[in-house]
């Protein structure tokens, strides 16, 4: 599947504040994980591998295993907004503290031709050391009180996004100003002509 930069920018939702919760938006509105393609191409634009980082290696186990974390990540966040515990949220706790024992990828600094640093892996990376650093980041999150108060679901319509408000106030809304914000206002703007009409 070849994808352009534009189809992988729209696809592609970074707007969550955490990696972990970036990982949770990649099943909405539809599975994204649907080929390495797609899946090498979020490793990269989540900053877990940087540009160019050869991922010519991953195969399908890592899609699964993508998927796999993403699943006990969601079951611990949605916990946040459950009203009574669920039965799974203990599997779910031990499978993301168990990724999290793996350390991530160890990156480097390596000098440009025009003299400049940029950060390079030391090596490609493996699969558990990706989840490993998405795990970790889970673990920061629940165990950080303030961050974890500043979760919320978005407030747009049919949107699943869970995210942390960390704006001025803590007003924010929605997962994303320029999508599901856009979506509310041009929503408005139409009630208003409706009424305005009738």
């Known amino acids: 599947m070849a ?13 969550a504040g955490r990696i972990c919760l970036d990982l949770l938006a990649t099943t909405h509105p539809e599975e994204r994980f649907d080929s390495l393609d797609v899946l090498r ?10 540009p160019g980082t050869p991922l010519a290696h991953a195969d399908a186990s890592w899609l699964m295993g993508f998927r796999e974390l993403r699943g006990h990540v969601g079951e611990l966040i949605r916990g946040r907004f459950a009203v009574e515990p669920r039965p799974s949220y203990d599997i779910a706790l ?18 440009t ?5 940029v950060r390079e892996l030391d090596a490609p990376p493996e699969c558990a050391q990706l989840l490993g650093a998405i795990a970790r980041d889970a673990v920061e999150l629940l165990t950080d009180p303030v961050a974890w108060a500043g979760l919320r679901q ?6 699943p ?6 704006s001025r106030g803590r007003r ?4 994303s100003s320029e999508v599901c914000g856009n979506r509310e206002r041009v929503a ?8 305005a009409r009738a």
């Open 94 to 111: 031990a499978r993301v503290n168990e990724a999290a024992r793996v350390a991530p990828p160890a990156p480097r600094a390596a000098r």
């Open 161 to 166: 996004i869970v995210y942390v408000d960390s």
């Open 154 to 159: 978005c407030e747009g319509d049919n949107c």
């Open 172 to 175: 924010r809304r929605w997962c």
């Open 3 to 15: 994808l352009g930069t534009a189809t992988v920018a729209y696809e592609l939702r970074f707007d």
């Open 188 to 195: 408005r703007h139409r009630r208003r002509a409706a009424l």
């Open 113 to 117: 031709p025009d003299g400049s640093l």
């Open 41 to 50: 191409a979020w490793i990269t634009a989540a900053g877990l591998a940087p």
